[in-house]
């Protein structure tokens, strides 16, 4: 097991040199232009593929790191570039993990390289989980998997929303329900391969923020996938189910849904998202307040202005630091105890949405206009505290895992 440490190694140091390189110069001047277009910067990604980030190759190596802090240093990096094109470049990864965290080597093998396509001709991938009545409520799921033992084919039937690239994905991951009476213990998750017939895209949504990643409903009526396509295979399943309603007959313990696996190994990196987004805004802000005068001095003078900053540099520092935490104990195999992982993503999302707030305050009437980024920045960090489970939802995650009681 890798020894918890506060300081990337030299190795580590030149991947995130080369990550923010990147960043600053091809994401950061096309990030007005394609928030105005509201349009998945299809260019760009391309840019990001050609040099090896947008790979599962490069993200490979950062989840495998064994100090667990390659995947939350190259998402602080790229989300301190711009938000919205970075999503785009790393929404794949939500897929990629689900497959990663429920399928079999061979479905691993299989799916994955055709999620991210080649240099020449990119692909993106969708992880469908949410639904209009079932966001947070993830035991509510109407999206149903019905096995056709005959042809050993699933048929999915449902509406999913709030898919970042649904529709537009090459390869789509959907969390459906096998059983409705286990609730969420009877979830599924499924590879739905490109062109299958039934799936389609349903509204795209124009968001107050990211507005350079695409975000749609998926649309599935009647879509048929092999049952290779049941991720982890269905003797596992039948396992699985057997041995949940035999703890639902017992009143034993809760079995971890499909879904939350993919969650609970991605807050984290949701978190690490948070802090690059609230680290540009607060250099934004570091910057103006030293080069801005009133009153014929640098307004960082003013006590005011400086506290601000002091406790924006402050928070963003802590927010690492428990990113840091919890993704060093999620790659040594490290058990939440406390929640850990939903501390993070908690602290660093709220961390964002305060700091952006902060910033346009210190800029002032400047920074409320979209001449400056910190506007866009604000707009972007709001999203934080909603996917991959509110802020609500985490605070619900931390108390019922202190307690040990089921607190609603």
């Not at 300081?7 to 001047?29: C, S, T, Y």
């Not at 898919?163 to 789509?172: K, P």
């Not at 619900?396 to 089921?406: C, D, K, M, N």
Request: proline share 4%.
């Amino acid at each position: 097991m890798a020894e918890f440490i506060m300081e990337l190694n030299d190795e580590q140091k030149e991947v995130r040199d080369w990550i923010h390189g990147f960043a600053a110069d091809v994401m950061r001047p096309a990030a007005a232009e394609w928030d105005e277009r509201e349009e998945t910067p299809w260019p760009v990604i391309q840019e990001a593929a050609k040099i090896g980030i947008y790979s599962l190759d490069f993200y490979a190596q950062q989840y495998f790191d064994p100090t667990g802090l390659g995947i939350p240093m190259a998402m602080e990096e790229l989300f301190w570039g711009d938000a919205g094109i970075a999503l785009s470049i790393v929404g794949t990864g939500l897929a990629a993990v689900g497959v990663l965290a429920n399928g079999t080597e061979e479905q691993i093998g299989t799916w994955i390289p055709q999620m991210y396509g080649t240099p020449d001709d990119v692909k993106v991938a969708a992880f469908c989980s949410s639904e209009p009545d079932a966001g947070s409520d993830v035991a509510s799921l109407r999206t149903r998997a019905v096995y056709d033992e005959a042809k050993d084919e699933w048929v999915l039937n449902g509406t999913k929303t709030w898919a970042t690239n649904g529709g537009i994905a090459n390869v789509h991951v959907v969390v459906a329900s096998v059983d409705a009476e286990l609730g969420s213990k009877g979830h599924a998750s499924f590879i739905v391969p490109p062109h299958t017939p039934g799936l389609s895209q349903g509204q795209k949504f124009q968001k107050h923020g990211i507005r350079a990643s695409h975000t749609a409903e998926v649309v599935l009526e009647d879509v048929r996938i092999p049952g290779s396509c049941l991720l982890g295979g269905k003797d596992k399943l039948d396992e699985r189910l057997a041995r949940a309603r035999e703890r639902a007959r017992s009143g034993g313990e809760r079995v971890k849904n499909a879904a939350m696996a993919t969650f609970e190994a991605s807050r984290p990196a949701v978190g690490a998202m948070a802090v690059g987004t609230a680290r540009a805004a607060y250099e934004e802000a570091l910057e103006y307040a030293k080069t801005r005068e009133q009153f014929g001095r640098p307004i960082i003078d003013n006590q005011g202005v400086a506290f601000q900053l002091a406790d924006m540099r402050t928070s963003i520092d802590a927010a690492r630091l428990l990113v840091w935490r919890a993704s060093w104990m999620a790659v040594n195999g490290k058990p939440f105890t406390a929640a850990e992982g939903s501390q993070s993503k908690l602290f660093a999302s709220e961390t964002a949405k305060k700091v952006t707030a902060q910033a346009i305050q210190i800029l002032g009437g400047n920074g409320f206009t979209r001449e400056y980024p910190v506007e866009r920045m604000h707009r972007d960090a709001a999203i934080y505290t909603i996917f991959e489970g509110t802020s609500e939802i985490q605070r619900l995650v931390i108390a019922r895992t202190l307690s040990g009681l089921p607190i609603r």
